[in-house]
């Protein structure tokens, strides 16, 4: 009886070292490497995109803040108003600045 269970325990243990490195070594043929590596630079592509898409979704941001805060956007006066108001109307359209205090 406990040459059995040995006989049989020994076939199990030689079984499972077998599929153990049937698998490391499928895993270490070249096919295998490509498709990894090419998977790795896959991800690090999106990774970069998502990145890069966050990068200018916060510049974009940012921008419109220092164009809200300097008054970059205003509409130029017409000449009509330029004349008729003189420098004031200009100035009351540019926003405040630093410089102007």
Known sequence: MRRIFWLAMGATIGVL?????SAAAERLTPQS?????ADGLRDLGDAIADFGADVRAA????????????GLDAPLP???EATAGGQAAINARRGAHAADS
Do not use: F, N, P, Y
Request: hydrophobic fraction near 35%; aromatic fraction near 0%.
């Open 17 to 21: 070292v077998v599929r153990k490195m």
């Open 78 to 80: 017409t000449r009509d």
């Open 33 to 37: 490497i490509a498709g990894q590596l």
């Open 59 to 70: 510049a974009a941001s940012r921008e419109d803040e220092l164009r809200e805060g300097t």
